[in-house]
């Protein structure tokens, strides 16, 4: 087990002022099995009434309306996060896992990524697992892809950032998680926040034996105690920190933060 203290923020700033803001956020890292989250702080700027709600994925969403004119808008979020993999619990078979979706649909770059996975899978006998699958699928998409922040952006699908060789980890979770559905296995996405980044990251989980075995195709490991999970779902589209519409037509730009320290003995 880990004591991790995280700290992170997202900073939208508008062109001119909007006003009639309307937002929806999934930027709490929820308490599960493997992770207890305390001393939680969450603040918002303008700040405003907010709902507090779950999703169809189950992961915790905030929605608020900002109806004053204002010229950014931000929230903050931070705490400590108890992490131990080991305590994942089984869940329930969901199928729906084992489709691709919006952001994963193959054309030929995927098609033929996931033709020679097949074939060298083939050849290894102790490739029989959906995780020892999934764990060659991580290896060989790091070795494709190389990080490259820029090359791509939030509306960036798998088979352009394949095709392209770059993106970032967004794209190297989404391409794997289209090979494994392509091998028919059952992959999720997920969105979250890693000790060595300094914005947030994001990987994904493959199901074998009644639980999600999760996979770091970015950094080509399997996730250990230096992760906190925030959201999961079929693709980025499902665990998007923030979503928003408003009156006016302004131009904006963000900046997301993140920090994740694990604490020493002695700070525990």
């Not at 490739?127 to 952006?153: D, F, I």
């Not at 999961?232 to 920090?259: E, N, P, W």
């Amino acid at each position: 087990m880990r004591k991790l203290r995280f700290d992170y923020a997202t900073t939208i700033e508008f062109a001119e002022p909007v006003s009639d803001h309307r937002f929806q956020l999934r930027c709490l890292p929820p308490n599960l099995p493997q992770q207890r989250i305390c001393d939680l702080e969450f603040t918002l700027a303008p700040d405003c009434p907010k709902a507090h709600g779950i999703d169809s994925f189950y992961n915790p969403v905030v929605t608020g309306r900002i109806e004053e004119p204002h010229e950014s808008f931000s929230y903050h979020v931070g705490g400590l996060a108890f992490v131990d993999q080991s305590l994942s619990r089984r869940q329930v078979y969901k199928p729906l896992y084992r489709y691709q979706s919006d952001f994963t649909q193959q054309g030929p770059a995927l098609e033929a990524l996931t033709a020679e996975m097949r074939r060298e899978l083939a050849r290894h006998s102790w490739a029989t697992a959906p995780l020892e699958q999934a764990r060659y699928v991580m290896g060989a998409v790091h070795e494709r892809l190389s990080y490259v922040p820029g090359a791509t952006n939030v509306r960036t699908v798998a088979e352009e950032a394949l095709a392209g060789g770059a993106g970032v980890c967004q794209d190297y979770a989404q391409v794997a998680i289209s090979v494994c559905r392509g091998l028919g296995l059952m992959a999720k996405y997920v969105a979250g926040l890693y000790d060595a980044e300094g914005a947030t990251h994001a990987w994904f989980e493959v199901y074998q034996g009644g639980n999600w075995h999760p996979l770091d195709p970015t950094n080509n490991k399997v996730v250990d105690d230096s992760y906190i999970k925030i959201s999961h779902g079929r693709d980025y589209g499902d665990c998007m920190l923030s979503i928003g519409v408003f009156r006016g037509a302004a131009g904006q730009t963000q900046t997301v933060h993140a920090k994740v320290e694990a604490l020493a003995e002695a700070e525990q």
